[in-house]
Nanobody, 121 residues
Framework: EVQLVESGGGLVQAGGSLRLSCAAS????????IGWFRQVPGKERMGLSC????????YYADSVEGRFTISADNAKNTVYLEMNSLQPEDTAVYYC??????????????WGQGTQVTVSS
């Protein structure tokens, strides 16, 4: 059974940093693309970044490139999202997902339960 479990969310002040983790089980990271998304109430789930660990390729949305970094530890079957220079508008529930890939939410088949990130001003 494929499972994705996010952790690392919390409350941080503007300008601060957080590192989110996505622990995967039931498959190997090399077999699927792992993406990070976020969602605020009333808005569509937005793709932030994705990684294909078999070749190391990474992709970022324009809104987070330069501030967020995606990485993976294949031995731990875990993907990370390092988030720097956080701003209040980054407040959202953050999800990781696994599937064929891309930055669109419909490109993924499996989703974690989400972790809340709140950035105070």
């Amino acid at each position: 059974e494929v499972q994705l479990v996010e952790s690392g969310g919390g409350l941080v002040q503007a300008g601060g940093s957080l590192r989110l983790s996505c622990a995967a089980s039931g498959f190997n990271l090399e077999d699927l693309t792992i993406g990070w998304f976020r969602q605020v109430p009333g808005k569509e789930r937005m793709g932030l970044s994705c990684i294909t660990t078999n070749d190391g390729n990474t992709y970022y949305a324009d809104s987070v490139e330069g501030r967020f970094t995606i990485s993976a530890d294949n031995a731990k079957n875990t993907v990370y999202l390092e988030m720097n220079s956080l701003q209040p508008e980054d407040t959202a529930v953050y999800y990781c997902a696994a599937g064929p890939g891309g930055l669109a939410y419909w490109g993924y088949d499996y989703w974690g339960q989400g972790t809340q990130v709140t950035v105070s001003s």
